[in-house]
């Protein structure tokens, strides 16, 4: 069995494990980051987009609405290219109190939140859209954050200093010896082969799937209960401010513009199994209920796409002060030691958080493995910038369309909505070395706009073919895989315009490519689903 | 009134119309401009595709829109209703804001000042526009291409015409919405209109104060001005409107721009002059054909032994009316009308003067030239003067307004 030898071995490659292997190998510790899949496609992938200002704890939650305040301002400096700087409204909504106002200002005076009451005409000349019926508003420095960015940048960043980032390499054990952890099997999930690695300390940032890592150290009483949120994107910028409901955090409270669309969100529903997280019909209608009385008229506008994601909710069996606190660690954060939990040495595990706060979490996180190990070296990561952000300027939303403009007339478009030009696909593909379209989707937003890929993925499966030199088989199972997942997004909030784009891409695929009848393709959209919804 | 009955709904239905695109790329083989030259990428990118990326605090990032002649032929073929020309319209309006505007736009962009400033000295005026050395200074230093076609100062105006003479009482009024085109460029055809429409047995009224409806302006991306022209017209023609008089206009474009545009586009849907003035706004051709429909049309024209050719601007199809100067011109007996099939002329109101796009709109026009020329017809006739201007520059065939063909027909000329 190959082998590899690292300083610290980090479980998962979402915000926090970018983060973390930021972190650590700024502090010149030598990483190896393993995910099981590619990076950012657990939570972090399925997150909402909004880089909090705090305005949501600060009546709730006053420690995580300082958190909040600190690391948006901080996220914002050291990763400004994924920021967009669209600010925030908090506004009543003729359903909520508008004393709650009142309670919410207090609170973001105690927080350090800079908040401002505005008149409701302003509010409603800065975003037209918003309900007239809103009672009071008030703005709070909210942004929007894409994730994919910046956990490639974190990547990117911890490489340079010496990283080794693994993606598809799931852990099936650690290995326990000498009173803790020594390292971790694991298996490249492309090939097959498996990989020893041995680590002087492992940091377990798997999120939702962090009880399935302690237990392999034999780790009891820990469990994560999985909640499942879910959120639907709107075809275009219904707002350009993030919209929040001024009351107790609440369901489909929040709608956040993100790049090219608008999110409503979110739930939290408990779930059996975080790889199993279907969404129902009740939930969308729940959003599009609590789109609705935000900007009245979402439900008459595209919805695009809806997808679920899950937040860990930490129970240990142990409580005492050397065990994490669950009740309020929902939205916190906090840095499970399992040498005084449980006995098992150099083992950390990150419970909890948010993705606005992954470099306060990497911090806490490897703060304390500094601290057992007996050799503190100071966190950079407060003011240094991985790479891609040097010049500090926010990304805007039109910065795709002003960059298309210099090769218009020499370059094929082949994502006509999210405009992707013919060579930066290319160059993805070559750079990231990935047979998988939805990896390719995830970095580029390749599909991802109004018609779903109907008429870039045939394309973008053919380029793949010729760059990769994939057999025609290979690109058949690619191009229907993706569209399995695109059709996953799409079925449950079929109806308006994004049906009848469904039915146009249908007899795209269907009828005129046949894709259901390609070698070794899998069926990609049953009848019975279609006719159903 | 709170905030936001200000806000601009119509406007924003315009924009909210991306959402029904399916990407089928109908509107793209349609649309005359990206049909010829790579420089522009063509309706559904510029619309559906680009608005996604635009918001109000970013400034305009895509320079290419402004290719779009705003023919709206695009918004008249897509299938799903999407308002691709009146989207493309507003965001050039906030290109503008970044680019500022060339003295060049804020000349063409004014009919009615340039109406007012050539008319008094009109020999000479019109000396320059055809003098080739000046015209090589004028492009040169204001970017108007030298080979475009301009109009002639009439050196009077139709509205001193019209103020000396009170029209025949008769049972239906009408009144006529002029604009800046007959007024102070073709004044006969505006006399002919009056003409025309006594003989068919209608009162004529025409309106004081009315001077350009500005829609050079809205094309051009000065929203603001472009109001202020709205809100005049609107002022000057409301009166007659509220008496219940149908008001009736010969450029096809100006009365589309009273009747939609303004208030989608320039988002003056809660004016109240201007829904007066647009709910009771007709076409010529369009009022001539609705009352022969209702029998109450006089028909007893005199034989025209002509072959003529009859091109639809893209202005007149955005009425969704048909083509209903070809049912008028099929009741004048002996007269031939060979209808063409091109989409556009290429003109587009003021796109075709300017230097770097004379060439484009030369092209578009191609395929309609060559059919005049192949028809060697008599007349050429179209409901649009700037086509009409155009289309004789190009093809060297007397181009006239359909009301031209009714005055002959009627026996009036
Ligand atoms: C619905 C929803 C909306 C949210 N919205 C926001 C928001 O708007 N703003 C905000 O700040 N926060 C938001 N959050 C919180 C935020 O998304 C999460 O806190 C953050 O993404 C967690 O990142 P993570 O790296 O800890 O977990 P994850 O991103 O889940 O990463 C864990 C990784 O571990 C990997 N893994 C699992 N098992 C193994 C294994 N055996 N071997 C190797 N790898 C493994 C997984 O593949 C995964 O990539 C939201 C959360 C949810 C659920
Ligand atoms: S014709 Fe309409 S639906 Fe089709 S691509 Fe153009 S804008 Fe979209
Ligand atoms: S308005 Fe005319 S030129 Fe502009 S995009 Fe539409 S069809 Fe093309």
């Given at each position: 069995?190959?082998?590899?030898?690292?300083?610290?071995?980090?479980?998962?490659?979402?915000?926090?494990?970018?983060?973390?292997?930021?972190?650590?190998?700024?502090?010149?510790?030598?990483?190896?980051?393993?995910?099981?899949?590619?990076?950012?496609?657990?939570?972090?992938?399925?997150?909402?987009?909004?880089?909090?200002?705090?305005?949501?704890?600060?009546?709730?939650?006053?420690?995580?609405?300082?958190?909040?305040?600190?690391?948006?301002?901080?996220?914002?400096?050291?990763?400004?290219?994924?920021?967009?700087?669209?600010?925030?409204?908090?506004?009543?909504?003729?359903?909520?109190?508008?004393?709650?106002?009142?309670?919410?200002?207090?609170?973001?005076?105690?927080?350090?939140?800079?908040?401002?009451?505005?008149?409701?005409?302003?509010?409603?000349?800065?975003?037209?859209?918003?309900?007239?019926?809103?009672?009071?508003?008030?703005?709070?420095?909210?942004?929007?954050?894409?994730?994919?960015?910046?956990?490639?940048?974190?990547?990117?960043?911890?490489?340079?200093?010496?990283?080794?980032?693994?993606?598809?390499?799931?852990?099936?054990?650690?290995?326990?010896?000498?009173?803790?952890?020594?390292?971790?099997?694991?298996?490249?999930?492309?090939?097959?082969?498996?990989?020893?690695?041995?680590?002087?300390?492992?940091?377990?940032?798997?999120?939702?799937?962090?009880?399935?890592?302690?237990?392999?150290?034999?780790i009891e009483g820990i469990g994560v209960i999985p909640g499942k949120g879910i959120m639907i994107a709107m075809n275009h910028r219904l707002v350009n401010t993030v919209v929040n409901r001024c009351t107790m955090p609440a369901d489909g409270d929040i709608l956040v513009p993100i790049r090219t669309v608008s999110a409503i969100g979110t739930t939290d529903i408990r779930a059996a199994d975080p790889d199993e997280i279907p969404v129902t019909q009740q939930e969308v209608d729940q959003m599009l209920d609590g789109g609705e009385r935000l900007v009245p008229g979402l439900r008459q506008a595209r919805a695009l796409r809806v997808w679920a994601g899950v937040r860990p909710l930490f129970q240990d069996d142990r409580s005492g002060p050397a065990a994490a606190d669950t009740r309020d660690v929902s939205r916190g954060h906090a840095v499970v030691d399992h040498a005084e939990r449980d006995g098992v040495r150099r083992l950390l595990t990150m419970s909890g958080g948010k993705l606005t706060t992954m470099r306060l979490m990497a911090q806490d996180l490897v703060d304390a493995m500094c601290r057992q190990l007996g050799d503190e070296r100071p966190c950079r990561t407060e003011h240094e910038r991985p790479p891609g952000h040097e010049d500090g300027r926010h990304m805007q939303i039109g910065d795709r369309l002003r960059r298309r403009e210099a090769t218009l007339r020499d370059e094929q478009l082949i994502c006509e909505c999210e405009l992707i030009g013919r060579s930066r696909l290319e160059q993805t593909m070559q750079t990231r070395g990935t047979l998988n379209l939805d990896d390719v989707r995830r970095q580029l937003r390749l599909g991802m706009g109004p018609c779903q890929g109907g008429f870039c993925i045939y394309r973008a499966t053919g380029i793949l073919h010729g760059v990769e030199r994939l057999d025609g088989e290979e690109a058949s199972a690619s191009l229907t895989s993706f569209l399995q997942e695109r059709w996953k997004g799409v079925w449950p909030i079929l109806y308006g315009d994004q049906l009848r784009q469904a039915r146009l891409d249908d007899w795209i695929f269907q009828g005129l490519l046949d894709v259901e009848h390609l070698p070794e393709a899998a069926a990609v959209v049953p009848d019975e689903e279609l006719s159903a919804s | 009134m709170t905030a936001h009955d200000h806000h601009d709904v119509l406007g924003t239905l315009m924009r909210d119309s991306l959402d029904h695109c399916v990407k089928c790329t109908i509107c793209e083989t349609f649309c005359p401009v990206s049909n010829v030259t790579p420089l522009f990428p063509g309706p559904k990118y510029v619309g559906p595709q680009a608005e996604r990326f635009r918001v109000p605090a970013d400034e305009s990032p895509d320079d290419s829109l402004?290719?779009?002649?705003?023919?709206?032929?695009?918004?008249?073929?897509?299938?799903?209703?999407?308002?691709?020309?009146?989207?493309?319209?507003?965001?050039?309006?906030?290109?503008?804001?970044?680019?500022?505007?060339?003295?060049?736009?804020?000349?063409?962009?004014?009919?009615?000042?340039?109406?007012?400033?050539?008319?008094?000295?009109?020999?000479?005026?019109?000396?320059?526009?055809?003098?080739?050395?000046?015209?090589?200074?004028?492009?040169?230093?204001?970017?108007?291409?030298?080979?475009?076609?301009?109009?002639?100062?009439?050196?009077?105006?139709?509205?001193?015409?019209?103020?000396?003479?009170?029209?025949?009482?008769?049972?239906?009024?009408?009144?006529?919405?002029?604009?800046?085109?007959?007024?102070?460029?073709?004044?006969?055809?505006?006399?002919?209109?009056?003409?025309?429409?006594?003989?068919?047995?209608?009162q004529v009224d025409v309106p004081r104060g009315q001077s350009c409806c500005g829609l050079p302006l809205q094309s051009n991306g000065m929203f603001g001005a472009a109001r202020k022209y709205v809100r005049r017209m609107a002022r000057a023609l409301a009166p007659a409107a509220r008496q219940g008089i149908d008001l009736v206009g010969t450029s096809t474009s100006c009365t589309l721009m009273l009747k939609r545009e303004a208030r989608e586009i320039l988002g003056m849907d809660e004016d109240p002059d201007l829904r007066v003035v647009s709910d009771n706004m007709y076409d010529i051709c369009e009022y001539l054909v609705m009352l022969h429909e209702r029998g109450e049309l006089r028909t007893d024209f005199r034989p025209l032994p002509l072959t003529v050719t009859y091109h639809a601007p893209c202005q007149q199809q955005g009425h969704g009316v048909g083509k209903p100067a070809l049912d008028l011109m099929a009741l004048v007996p002996g007269l031939r009308v060979i209808e063409n099939d091109a989409t556009c002329c290429g003109i587009a109101g003021t796109y075709g003067l300017k230097r770097e796009k004379f060439d484009i709109a030369m092209d578009v026009g191609k395929g309609l030239f060559a059919q005049i020329g192949d028809a060697r017809p008599d007349l050429a006739v179209c409901d649009s003067e700037t086509c009409r201007w155009h289309i004789e520059q190009a093809t060297g065939v007397k181009t006239v307004h359909p009301v031209e063909v009714l005055h002959r027909a009627a026996g009036l000329s």
């Open positions: 069995m190959a082998r590899l030898q690292a300083d610290v071995l980090i479980i998962g490659g979402g915000a926090t494990g970018a983060a973390t292997a930021w972190d650590a190998a700024l502090r010149g510790f030598d990483v190896v980051l393993v995910d099981r899949a590619d990076l950012a496609e657990g939570t972090s992938g399925r997150f909402h987009g909004l880089l909090h200002s705090g305005g949501r704890y600060v009546v709730k939650d006053r420690v995580a609405a300082e958190e909040c305040v600190a690391e948006n301002a901080i996220v914002r400096r050291i990763l400004p290219d994924a920021v967009e700087d669209t600010g925030g409204l908090f506004v009543t909504t003729p359903d909520d109190d508008p004393a709650y106002g009142d309670r919410f200002m207090e609170g973001c005076r105690a927080a350090g939140l800079p908040a401002e009451e505005i008149p409701v005409a302003e509010a409603l000349r800065m975003e037209p859209r918003l309900n007239p019926g809103i009672q009071r508003a008030f703005t709070v420095p909210d942004g929007a954050i894409d994730v994919w960015k910046s956990v490639w940048s974190l990547a990117a960043g911890a490489a340079a200093h010496g990283a080794r980032i693994l993606t598809y390499h799931k852990v099936l054990d650690l290995h326990v010896g000498d009173g803790g952890v020594t390292g971790a099997r694991v298996r490249n999930e492309l090939t097959g082969e498996e990989l020893d690695i041995e680590a002087g300390f492992t940091l377990n940032a798997s999120g939702a799937w962090a009880a399935q890592i302690v237990h392999m150290a034999g | 402004d290719y779009c002649s705003g023919c709206g032929i695009c918004t008249q073929v897509c299938p799903q209703g999407v308002h691709i020309a009146e989207i493309n319209t507003q965001a050039r309006a906030k290109l503008r804001e970044r680019t500022g505007f060339k003295l060049r736009d804020r000349i063409i962009a004014r009919p009615d000042l340039t109406g007012r400033l050539g008319t008094p000295a009109a020999g000479l005026a019109n000396r320059t526009l055809r003098s080739r050395p000046l015209r090589l200074v004028a492009e040169r230093v204001l970017g108007i291409d030298h080979r475009a076609a301009v109009p002639s100062f009439a050196g009077r105006t139709f509205q001193a015409w019209a103020k000396g003479r009170t029209s025949p009482p008769a049972q239906r009024r009408v009144a006529y919405f002029h604009g800046c085109g007959a007024n102070w460029y073709e004044p006969d055809s505006g006399q002919r209109t009056v003409e025309l429409l006594e003989w068919l047995g209608c």
